[in-house]
């Protein structure tokens, strides 16, 4: 009986630690949960857009709408902040002074930075604002009648005037994509800088000047616009 005894003991002593070695072994890892996307956005990639616009002038020193057209080229890094250029061509200013012989152009070139919040797991939609400094110029075919003459006599015919000013613009809007192809919708505002010096050596040069100094207006436009 006690032999018997000594027997289970040794077989027990040997056998469970071997039992419970294989069970560690066979048994699976615990499962580790899967992590899924984010369904807000994605990891955007740097990428540049360019796009065409057109649009209208309004509101500040101009007195009705007027076509606006232009183009922007600008590098956004992971879609977030970069920069931009944008150059905006107005053939058709609508300025209300009665020495104007025709309504002027009113051109903007403009360096900005810019910030977008890129939205779907591609940045399908990325709202953005952006803004900076650059040149706003303005292009007059003014009555000699209103200018200045000296000699009593009142001429005739017109003269040209072609003036730039430092100025400056903010804005943002709205870009969308599918793929590389999308839209880009902007509403901006303009405001050259202000003067009291006119340097331009001609009667004309410096009616533009004073027409330039402090010229503020708005822009709203919609384009086309690619990203790659």
Avoid: C
Wanted: proline share 6%; no cysteine.
């Amino acid at each position: 009986m006690r032999m018997s005894a000594y027997v289970i003991t040794a077989v027990l002593a040997t056998g469970l630690p071997a039992a419970a070695q294989a069970q560690s072994s066979t048994q699976p890892p615990a499962a580790v949960p899967a992590t899924s996307p984010s369904e807000g956005y994605g990891t955007i990639q740097s990428h540049w857009i360019v796009s065409g616009f057109v649009g209208s002038n309004f509101g500040g020193d101009s007195t009705n709408a007027s076509v606006n057209f232009g183009g922007q080229l600008a590098y956004l890094w992971k879609g977030v902040i970069g920069a931009e250029g944008i150059a905006d061509f107005a053939p058709s200013f609508k300025l209300d002074n009665p020495a104007l012989n025709q309504n002027p152009h009113a051109n903007g070139y403009m360096g900005n930075a810019i910030a977008a919040l890129p939205l779907g797991n591609e940045g399908q939609f990325q709202p953005y604002v952006s803004g900076g400094v650059g040149v706003i110029q303005l292009k007059t075919d003014v009555l000699n009648a209103f200018l200045p003459h000296p000699s009593g006599t009142v001429p005739t015919g017109t003269s040209g005037g072609d003036e730039s000013a430092f100025g400056s613009n903010i804005g943002g809007g709205l870009m969308g994509f599918v793929g590389m192809i999308g839209f880009r919708a902007d509403v901006r505002y303009y405001k050259a800088n202000s003067t009291s010096t006119l340097s331009s050596a001609s009667p004309a040069g410096q009616f533009t000047e004073a027409l330039l100094s402090g010229m503020n207006y708005w822009r709203a436009n919609i384009g086309v616009a690619l990203r790659w």
